[in-house]
């Protein structure tokens, strides 16, 4: 794992990277944890602005894993969350190993303003995304549902997004297998022995 707090402090940028990036307390880090099926690869924490810089996870030499700071709320003075702000916002622009981002949305929640300002950058800066709805498991089938068609509706004059919106749950798992399967093909291929 490295963690940077400055777009001077970047790896080389030589693997494919997936981001993923959320509002506060969506489930970034406990959704790479689950991914990778190791509980402890990136932090957790139930205290929204934990993650406070850009935290990249080398997976075997294939594939790299970037768990960015949450937006939206944050116990840190403003100038730091200012900092990170213009750090993802930079890490975003100019990452040209960046294959897809993750966007997690709490699908308790929904969709809110802070997402679309996000969307909005990544339509600008042309990186491909994905929705990925997490928490699923503590939203009824209905309200679940209807999160995903007014995220669906939402996407349809998006240029980079993806059209699939994935639901997951890190703590029962579901959805998981999935994502990780699409993820894996972003991938560089394992080496033939």
Known sequence: ?????????????????????????????????????????????????????????????????VDLPGFGYARAPKSEVHAWSTLIRDYLRGRVGLRRLCLLIDSRRGIGPRDFEVMDLLDKAAVPYQIILTKADKTKTAALNACVA???????????????????????????????????????????V
């Open 150 to 192: 007014e995220i669906s509706a939402a996407l349809k004059t998006r240029a980079a997004a993806m059209p699939d919106i994935m639901t997951t749950s890190a703590r029962t798992r579901n959805g998981i297998a999935e994502l990780r399967a699409e993820l894996r093909t972003l991938a560089i291929a394992a080496p033939l």
């Open 1 to 65: 794992m490295l963690g940077v707090a400055r777009i001077d402090g970047l790896p080389p940028d030589e693997l494919p990277e997936i981001a993923f990036a959320g509002r506060s307390n969506v489930g970034k880090s406990s959704l790479v944890n689950a991914l990778t099926g190791r509980k402890t690869l990136a932090r957790t924490s139930h205290t929204p602005g934990r993650t406070q810089q850009l935290n990249f996870f080398n997976l075997g030499g294939r594939l790299m894993l």
